[in-house]
């Protein structure tokens, strides 16, 4: 699979792709380019954008994507851990993520607890990362009263 790299600019029903290029750095010098003309490309308002271009007859293959999840309360309490495993393709912003935690402190909770998300494409390493971090808030919960990352 290889990139094609687009000038665009405008959003929703002003969204428009003026050319393509093969390498990034061509599209950015015709932005410069472009500037310094009169007409509304001196907005600044054009950019780069990236595109997979897949050769005919290459298959688009799905990626594997994996999250792990669970809510944590600052009484130790846990819930139970769900689990996802979803269908990504190539080009989706979740299929380019090895591997990411976070943790929340929304205001479902009501600020007695958190919610712990592992998520990625390498379904080792997300459950690494995930029981790591669980076994870190576990531990600020039972030092200091409170689940936190």
């Known amino acids: 699979m290889k990139k094609v790299h ?11 792709v003026h050319a393509l290029f093969r390498r990034k750095r061509d599209a950015e010098a015709a932005i410069v380019q472009l500037a310094g003309s009169e007409d509304f490309y001196s907005s600044g308002s ?6 997979h271009l897949f050769d005919k007859g290459e298959p688009v293959v799905p990626v594997l994507w994996h999250a792990l999840r669970v809510n944590i309360w600052d009484d130790g309490r846990t819930g139970e851990v769900e689990e996802r495993n979803e269908a990504k393709w190539p080009w989706e912003f979740e299929a380019t ?9 929304a205001p479902i909770h009501k600020n007695e607890g958190g919610r712990l998300e592992a998520y990625g494409t390498d379904l080792q390493a997300v459950g690494q990362v995930f029981s790591d971090n669980r076994a ?5 919960v039972a030092l200091t009263g409170r689940a936190t990352l």
């Open 46 to 51: 054009l950019r780069v954008e990236s595109f």
């Open 136 to 140: 870190q808030v576990l531990a600020a």
């Open 6 to 16: 687009a000038v665009s600019s405008g959003t929703y029903s002003d969204y428009r």
């Open 97 to 105: 993520i090895q591997v990411d935690v976070r943790w929340v402190r």
